[in-house]
């Protein structure tokens, strides 16, 4: 799991910083924006946190990052999850598997 956590905070900083880049913006400029909107307040160096991807981002502040910025967030990437080993994904009809708990269409 922390390998997606990862691969969506890697992602999310990317995108945070260089929306605020493109759009000629300081982190202070974004501080004075979040508090301004309403939505929510932040502090400096948790943006900055976000930016360099020290610090996972929560969904609420994804959203509102997304709407101060006037950007839609990024189709987060997901890497490919591996079938289980015991039923391969697909147990028989009416079954469940033991190991990844599937179930199987009736």
Known sequence: MSGLKDSIRSEFSSWLFNARLEDGLSQADI??????????????????????????PYLYQALCMSRILGRPLPEFSLPDVA????????????????TCGARGAL
């Open 83 to 98: 079938p289980c080993p015991t039923c391969a994904g697909g147990p028989p009809a009416g079954f469940q598997c033991t």
């Open 31 to 56: 501080v004075t924006a979040a508090k301004r909107s309403g939505y929510f307040e932040i502090h400096q160096t948790t943006l900055s946190r976000l930016e360099q991807g020290t610090q996972h």
